[in-house]
């Protein structure tokens, strides 16, 4: 019962009254940020992470985890109430959500969500703090060769395996990659690309890459579709209360989508996408009244809904355990956690357990705020929503602007938080995936380093990473993964062309 | 997702296809440029040069893979864009640029970029907004400097605060 007493202890740290201040700040401002249309939790932890600067890292972390959990419940506002979903995940609870508040029933569907959320969440958490001791105790064996392995399945699965397009995913992770060898190597201290510019020499900020990319490049394209038309902002109409029958249809969901969501995203196997969608189509299938499917079916976002959340919780697995981040918003978090020098891993469990289990501790506590606070403060979060569009994206831009300035106020650093939205913007535009991109920049630098330290244990001989039957079973994994799609898109072409 | 419908894609080159293969193509010799220019006086393991090799080549296969689907046409339907838009908020942050460049403060410069981007988005107000973003700006400017004891750039409009 490991995993008891390190969370007693890590509730311990979490309820101290300042460390619930920071995470009462996070989910506030997580939420308040999140529930801005376009912009999903990645972002919302990317803009914040300037806020979070001056502050210790226990407390900072904990403030982290609020802003995640409130960026997660924001962002599901926005879907149910303007249909703009603010990441491919919560695209599930839209299609639902939204028919809901249109037929004046966005109270239950945003009750749904939150219990379904809360539920779900805590399931995952639990999951979370039983399985990451447990992957601790695995991950302390695994030798560079066994980490860079990993680092390629997480490249692989992220980019190729489940996106729309293999070739335009990994085309997104090779840029990452290459932003990522940007600076001084650490081993023999030589610049790389930094072409005598001496801004360069530290890399490129995962920040200013994630706040252009999805803040800047988010409004670009949008202003560039704006002659489209604008979605409208559905008013909450009636009870925010579910009704008896509300809860019947919704409690199962939120087992079954929790059951999709933890698993799936503890797996490297490219965020909470799949489970949501997986969730999406066994309730219709499992419902009583298949057909108000497309029409408003509390199912439908109860759900999905579960199924992010608890996949939001699945990735901190690989993340807080082997320093894995397998979605844009873990790679955030990676970031917050290296802006202290910080390396989440097995290393960090035994050398700072109450940081680690404080912040999954904070997690609970954060889930309870979230419920507590936000289903009587929705009335204010949907003002929020009523800000005219072109004030929302002025400030937005402001907001998302200060974060760079105040971290590198330099001509050269601004500059390329602009081209960083230039390139989101045609991301977008040509249908690239952008969580890759940060992914790569993120992690390249890491894979190169446990490459090259097992290069020299192993005298530079390249078999070192297939005499590791944990390294080589991955690289084998890898490689499936990087094939399969090709395959299956060869089949599905050759079907295509019989019928 | 991968379901949807694939729709009979317009067999015909695309041209911002084969500009995003060249670009590819020329990140990658840009790596391989540099790459040849460190010095590895590493006899055991690996340089720094190798990783950017084999990204170069990754990305070298992946302009082939990019120009393929140009020259079939494969590329994703796009609609149409409002290119003076989107003009007009680089334009917005090309002015926050230059502004924090020469010094003039924090205040300013995002208020240039507050103006440009409300007035993309459609609105003729610019003296309201101006006075809104000045507004909004100060306040973060204070919030900044004053709460999270973070310095934003000062410029003489922030030196009177």
């Known amino acids: 019962m490991d995993a008891f007493v390190a969370l007693a202890n890590g509730m311990a740290v979490a309820v101290q009254p300042m460390n619930l201040l920071y995470a009462l700040i996070g989910v506030l401002l997580g939420t308040a940020v999140g529930v801005l249309p376009g912009i999903g939790p990645a972002l919302t932890v990317a803009l914040l992470l300037p806020v979070t600067y001056k502050l210790d890292p226990g407390g900072s972390l904990i403030m982290f985890a609020g802003i995640y959990y409130g960026g997660m419940y924001g962002g599901s506002t926005t879907a149910i109430l303007i249909n703009t979903p603010g990441e491919s995940a919560s695209m599930a609870t839209a299609l639902e959500g939204n028919k809901m508040a249109k037929a004046g029933r966005g109270g239950p569907a945003l009750a749904t969500a939150a219990i379904g959320s809360f539920v779900a969440g805590t399931i995952a958490t639990i999951g979370l703090a039983f399985l990451a001791p447990w992957l601790v105790d695995f991950a302390v064996n695994f030798g560079p060769e066994d980490y860079f392995a990993l680092m390629c399945v997480a490249f692989v699965t992220v980019s190729a395996t489940f996106g729309s397009s293999p070739i335009r995913g990994l085309t997104s992770l090779f840029i990452g990659l290459s932003l990522g060898l940007v600076g001084i190597d650490k081993l023999t201290g030589q610049a790389r690309l930094a072409f005598g510019i001496p801004e360069l020499l530290d890399g490129v900020e995962v920040t200013t890459l994630a706040v252009g990319l999805f803040a800047i490049g988010e409004a670009l394209y949008v202003v560039s579709r704006r002659h489209h038309g604008e979605e409208k902002l559905e008013p909450v109409r009636g009870s925010l209360w579910m009704t008896r029958e509300d809860w019947q249809r919704s409690w199962k969901p939120w087992l079954r989508g929790t059951v999709f969501g933890f698993p799936i995203g503890a797996l490297p196997a490219g965020g909470a996408e799949i489970p949501t969608f997986l969730s999406y189509s066994t309730e219709k299938r499992l419902a009583k009244h298949p057909e108000e499917f497309g029409k408003g079916a509390i199912e439908g976002v109860a759900g999905p809904e579960a199924a992010n959340n608890a996949s939001a919780a699945g990735t901190l697995v690989p993340l807080l355990t082997l320093g894995l981040p397998t979605s844009a918003t873990a790679a955030m978090m990676l970031a917050g956690f290296q802006q202290y020098g910080l390396n989440p891993g097995p290393l960090l469990f035994a050398e700072r357990p109450e940081l680690v289990w404080g912040l999954i501790a904070s997690l609970f506590i954060a889930n309870v705020m979230l419920l507590v606070l936000n289903l009587p403060l929705v009335g204010l979060w949907v003002k929020l929503l009523a800000i005219p569009q072109p004030w929302l994206y002025a400030g937005i831009l402001v907001f998302a602007t200060t974060g760079t300035i105040a971290a590198k106020p330099s001509v050269v650093e601004l500059s390329m938080l602009a081209g960083f939205g230039v390139m989101g913007f045609l991301m977008r535009r040509f249908d690239f995936p952008i969580a890759p991109v940060v992914i790569g920049l993120i992690l390249g630098p890491i894979a190169e380093s446990q490459l090259r330290r097992a290069m020299s244990i192993s005298l530079g001989d390249p078999m070192a990473l297939l005499q590791s039957p944990m390294s080589a079973t991955l690289l084998a994994i890898a490689l499936i993964a990087l094939v399969a799609p090709f395959v299956m898109q060869g089949l599905g072409r050759f079907k295509a062309n019989e019928d | ?161």
């Open chain 2, 1 to 161: 997702m991968s379901e949807l419908p694939h729709a009979p894609a317009s067999r015909g080159v695309d041209s911002a296809g084969v500009v995003i293969a060249i670009a590819l193509a020329a990140i990658a010799a840009v790596l391989v440029w540099d790459a040849n220019q460190l010095q590895s006086n590493n006899p055991y393991g690996m340089g720094p040069h190798v990783m950017p090799v084999v990204i170069a080549i990754g990305l070298g296969i992946l302009a082939i893979g990019n120009l393929v689907e140009a020259l079939r046409g494969n590329l994703p339907a796009r609609e149409s864009a409002d290119a003076k838009a989107v003009w007009l908020i680089l334009g917005g942050l090309a002015l926050l640029i230059v502004i924090i460049g020469l010094g003039g403060g924090f205040i300013p410069a995002t208020t240039a970029l507050f103006v440009a981007t409300a007035t993309a988005f459609g609105r003729r107000a610019i003296l309201a907004d101006l006075a809104i973003g000045l507004v909004l700006t100060t306040l973060i400017y204070l919030a900044f400097s004053r709460l999270l004891t973070l310095s934003l750039p000062a410029g003489p409009l922030e030196r009177l605060l």
